[in-house]
Every structure is written in C-alpha cells, then in structure tokens.
C-alpha cells in the first residue's frame, strides 16, 4: 500500500481525501485515503482558475450593470439555471429575466428567499455582495 500517491498540494486545507484502490499485504484489493497525486492536483488548480475567471467576469458584469447580483451567485455557487430551479421551483425563463437588474430591484421577498436557500446564503441582505472569497 506504499504505492498510493500522496502528492499534498493542499488544495482543500486537507479537508478532503480521494480513496484509492491498493493491493494490501494479504495481495487483496483494499481502500486506502490519498491526499492526491500531482497530476490530478495540477488538473484541479487548472479547473480552479477557470472558474475563478468566470466568477471574476461575472461580478464584472454585476458591477457594471449588466446583470444583477444573482447571475453573480449562480456562477459563484457553480450553478447553472437549471439547477437553480430545481432549487427554487422557478422556471428558467423567470432566473434568466431575474438575472436583469431592473427586474431583480423589484422581486418580491418570497422570491429573494428562494434565491437566499439556493446560493446557501444566510439572509436577503447578502445577495446584494459581491465580496465572496474566490480562493
């Protein structure tokens, strides 16, 4: 079981560990924990940094009035509209509308609190921020 990779790039803090097959000492496959291997690592900051493109282009668009600030949760969260109706029961055509800062100054508190449950934030007052931590 020497033989599983444990190339710690740190990438979750070291809260996270992928299992990996091995061949343990009685010559049986087992499961061992692996911190990771280089490659995947480097393919996971890779991945990393394309997203952190996306979420810093989206508060862009935010910030310059494009769009409102739940295009900005949704990239942030990873999301895409479909999965965020399936959170909130709202249709895409609605997200997408919502995703216009004129329409989104006038949504409803029900509405927000769909959109509050589906980003996991903690009140109506976050949706407005867009200083989330991209690291």
Known sequence: MTEVPQDDANLF?????????AIGEDGK???VKSVGWDPKNIAMLQAWDVEKQKIRAARKLVKDGKKSPL???????????????SY???????IKRHFKPQVFKKLKEDTLDKYVYAFGLKNREDLPKLDFNED
């Open 29 to 31: 496959y087992t499961t």
């Open 88 to 94: 909130t029961g709202l249709s895409r055509w609605k």
């Open 71 to 85: 295009f900005f949760h949704m990239i942030r969260c990873l999301m895409n509209t479909k999965l965020v109706a």
């Open 13 to 21: 803090e070291g809260k996270t560990r992928d299992v990996q097959y």
